[in-house]
């Protein structure tokens, strides 16, 4: 069965990094386009990076761009989510998530807290 197993997540301080990784079974992982989502307490979750089955193109929500990277290892069958230059309003559980039709995959996420 699919599975999607997050992980890196941590407390940081302010302007620091951190690198999520989700590593994936179940499916032919370098078939699928996978994405990065986050969602902070009390808000709705948000789309934050997402990248091609070949790894060839990437797209960013406006917030983490230019501060975010998504990559991924069709070898390792993992996406990986390096985080620079962290801000406080970055705080919440990230998930990885794949759309296989008809179903969504959750991995069950990993908690980013930024916070001096």
């Known amino acids: 069965q699919v599975q999607l197993v997050e992980s890196g997540g941590g407390l940081v301080q302010p302007g620091g990094s951190l690198r999520l990784s989700c590593a994936t079974s179940?499916?032919?992982?370098?078939?699928?386009?996978m994405n990065w989502y986050r969602q902070a307490p009390g808000k709705e979750r948000e789309w934050v990076a997402g990248?091609?089955?070949?790894?060839?193109?990437?797209g960013y929500a406006d917030s983490v761009k230019g501060r975010f990277t998504i990559s991924r290892d069709n070898a390792k069958n993992t996406v990986y989510l390096q985080m620079n230059s962290l801000k406080p309003e970055d705080t919440a559980v990230y998930y990885c998530?794949?759309?296989?039709?008809?179903?969504?995959?959750w991995g069950q996420g990993t908690q980013v807290t930024v916070s001096s």
């Open positions: 998530r794949l759309r296989r039709l008809p179903y969504d995959y």
């Open positions: 990248i091609t089955s070949a790894g060839g193109s990437t």
């Open positions: 179940g499916f032919t992982f370098s078939s699928y386009a």
